[in-house]
Every structure is written in C-alpha cells, then in structure tokens.
C-alpha cells in the first residue's frame, strides 16, 4: 500500500462529529474502535465496531490542548453504544482512498473515533485531530 485513506477534509469531519454528538452535552465524552471500509472513490462502503476485549469498560486517557495552549489530560470511556454516532460521522465523510502503484484501491483500516468536549466546541481546523 502506498498511501492508506484519510479524510479529505478534517474541518468537514469535526463539523460532522458536532452534528452527530452522540451523549448528553454535559457528558466528558466517549470514544468507540472501528473498522471502516472505503471503496476506490473515498466513499465509506462499511463500518463495523472492534471490540478485542468485550465489555472491558477499560478507560482511555487523551492530553487536550486548551486555547491557550496549556495541555490537560482528559479520560473518556470507550463505549460501543457510541457506534451509531461514529457511524454516522464517518458515511459523513469523504476520504481520500488508498493507494497501490499509483491506483486507488479499496481498504478496509482500524480506527478510534473520540467525542471529547474539544471535539464538540472547537471550531474546524486542519488535521490536529
């Protein structure tokens, strides 16, 4: 592979994951793995949860970057009951596809969406996701 499939706009991405906010809006956030499915196009064919460890309810910590620059450290859950809202948030967005020998191709990746506070707040920017 010589380029795996990225979004193509990030700002695209953190608008769509605003509109998609999936818990309470006072909630610290929540996070859910999983593996999407892009075609040669960049369109999301599939996207399906990855659980290694059902049921773990083992926490992941984040550093976030405030405003002003100073960082803190920021724990969210991860939560398959969240997939419909990364779910949602990905077949939002276009994706740049993957690569062999100079041809888009399809490919299938691991990925974590996070819904933290700053995810929902922030305004649109470039790829510091």
Request: proline share 11%; net charge negative.
């Amino acid at each position: 592979m010589d380029r795996l499939p990225v979004p193509a706009d990030y700002a695209a991405m953190q608008a769509s994951m605003r509109r998609h906010w999936p818990t309470d809006p006072q909630a610290d956030g929540a996070s859910v793995t999983v593996d999407v499915s892009v075609d040669e196009a960049g369109h999301v064919t599939a996207v399906q949860p990855f659980t290694p460890f059902a049921n773990s309810g083992m926490p992941s910590r984040m550093v976030l970057r405030n405003r002003d620059g100073s960082e803190r450290m920021h724990e969210i859950r991860r939560d398959p009951g969240v997939f419909p809202a990364a779910e949602a948030v990905l077949r939002d967005v276009q994706f740049t596809p993957a690569m062999r020998d100079g041809e888009p191709v399809a490919h299938t990746f691991r990925m974590t969406i996070s819904f933290t506070p700053d995810s929902r707040s922030a305004p649109a920017r470039g790829p510091a996701m």
